[in-house]
C-alpha cells in the first residue's frame, strides 16, 4: 500500500486529480496544517514521529512531492526498513549550511507574516507569482483554477504553523539518511525546474542506485504540469 505526500498549501485531494489510478491501494494524507489537519506545534521530526505511529500496517511505499517529499525522506530515516520502495518528486533534503538556513528562515518568516497580517488572499497571490512556478502560466485555467481554490481554501493560522515548525529551515538535513536507504528509489523533477534538478543530480551523485526521471520542458510541479507522464511514472 503506497501513502501519499502532497506540497505546500496542497492537501491529499491533489493526487486524485493527477494520478486518479492509485485510489485503489493508497492512502493519501493531509499533512499538519493543512485541509483538515490542525496546526502542528511541534517539530518536524516530532511530526514525522506521529505519521509513522499511525500510519497502517500495510504501508510499504511512500511517494511524496516537495514538502510532502521532505516528509517522506523523514519518514524514510526514521524507519528505513518500514518502506520497501520510495519516490520523491521536486523535494531538498536539508540544509547544510547554517547561514543557507538563516536565510531561508528569514524568508519563511516573511510570508508567516504576510499569512498573518494580509490574509489568505494576498499570501496565495504572491505565493502563485514566484519564478519556482513561472512555468505554469501556459496551464489551461481550469487547472490553475482548481490549484488557487484549494489553495484559497486553506486557513492562514495551518500554513504559517507548517511554515515554522516544518520549513525547509527547521528541518535536519536528510542527506546521510538519504544515502542509506536501502530500498528501491526514483527520483523525479522538472528539466525546467533548474535549482530542484540540481539538486536531484546531488542526490545521484551520493546515492548512485536512485533511479532519476527528468522531465523535459516541465518545472517545479509535475503533479499540475504533466499528470499523464506522472501517471506512467507511478504505475
Same mark, same amino acid.
Given at each position: 500500500m503506497i501513502l501519499l505526500l502532497h506540497g505546500f498549501t496542497g492537501s491529499g485531494e491533489d493526487w486524485w486529480a493527477c494520478c486518479p489510478?492509485?485510489? =485503489?491501494?493508497?492512502?493519501a494524507v493531509d499533512l499538519p496544517g493543512h485541509g483538515a489537519e490542525s496546526a502542528p506545534v511541534r517539530p518536524f521530526q516530532d511530526s514525522i514521529g506521529d505519521i509513522l505511529g499511525a500510519l497502517p500496517v500495510g504501508i510499504d511505499e511512500v511517494v511524496g512531492y516537495s514538502l510532502g517529499g521532505r516528509f517522506a525522506l523523514g519518514l524514510m530515516a526514521l524507519d528505513p526498513q518500514r518502506f520497501r520502495r520510495a519516490t520523491i518528486i521536486s523535494a531538498h533534503p536539508g540544509l547544510e549550511d547554517a547561514s543557507q538556513r538563516a536565510d531561508r528562515l528569514a524568508g519563511d518568516r516573511a510570508w508567516v507574516r504576510r499569512l498573518l497580517d494580509d490574509g489568505i488572499d494576498a499570501f496565495v497571490d504572491? *505565493? =502563485?507569482?514566484? &519564478?519556482?512556478?513561472?512555468?505554469?502560466?501556459?496551464? &489551461?485555467?481550469?487547472?490553475?483554477e482548481r490549484q488557487r481554490r484549494r489553495r484559497l481554501s486553506q486557513r492562514p493560522t495551518g500554513l504559517a504553523a507548517s511554515l515554522e515548525q516544518h520549513g525547509l529551515a527547521r528541518m535536519p538535513s536528510l542527506w546521510e539518511p538519504l544515502a542509506a536507504f536501502p530500498g528501491e528509489l526514483t *527520483? +523525479?523533477?522538472?528539466?525546467a525546474d533548474t535549482r530542484f534538478l540540481? +539538486?536531484?543530480? =546531488?542526490?545521484?551523485?551520493?546515492? &548512485?542506485?536512485?533511479?532519476?526521471h527528468?522531465?523535459?520542458g516541465v518545472g517545479h510541479n509535475p503533479l499540475l504540469e504533466c499528470p499523464e507522464i506522472l501517471n506512467e511514472l507511478l504505475v
Open positions: 489510478h492509485l485510489k =485503489e491501494g493508497a492512502l504572491a *505565493w =502563485e507569482s514566484q &519564478p519556482l512556478f513561472a512555468t505554469q502560466a501556459g496551464l &489551461p485555467s481550469a487547472v490553475l *527520483w +523525479i523533477v522538472g528539466a540540481g +539538486i536531484a543530480r =546531488e542526490v545521484v551523485r551520493r546515492r &548512485p542506485a536512485t533511479r532519476l527528468v522531465l523535459p
